[in-house]
């Protein structure tokens, strides 16, 4: 979106994070997040730490800090289709563990 001088300002994770819907084998949705999550001890603007959280109809599953800085909004749009692809194949189980290695693993 550009800014009033025309240049493009650049959204990172922290203002739009990345949601992704994964359809589980077994049946429900879970809902995977690439986001910069709120800290009641630190001003937002501040916040430099990238989590990836899986919720279950609104109640938290996992969550995992990943390397991602909070600019790199493509990178969290990769790792969160990763994770989606991986949930919906059976491939992980929709815990921290299982949902560790990827996000532990910077797209590349």
Not at 30 to 44: G, N, Q, S, T, W
Not at 99 to 105: D, G, P, Q, V
């Amino acid at each position: 979106m550009p800014a009033a001088t025309g240049h493009p300002v650049e959204v990172g994770i922290r203002d739009e994070p990345v949601i992704r819907h994964a359809a589980l084998p077994g049946g429900g949705t879970i809902e995977v997040r690439v986001v910069v999550p709120d800290d009641p001890y630190i001003a937002r603007s501040e916040l430099e730490t990238v989590v990836v959280e899986l919720e279950l109809a609104g109640t938290p599953l996992a969550a995992v800090e990943t390397p991602l800085a909070e600019d790199a909004t493509d990178e969290a749009t990769v790792l969160a289709e990763r994770i989606r692809t991986a949930l919906e194949s059976g491939a992980i189980e929709p815990t921290a563990e299982g949902i560790e290695k990827l996000a532990s693993t910077p797209p590349g």
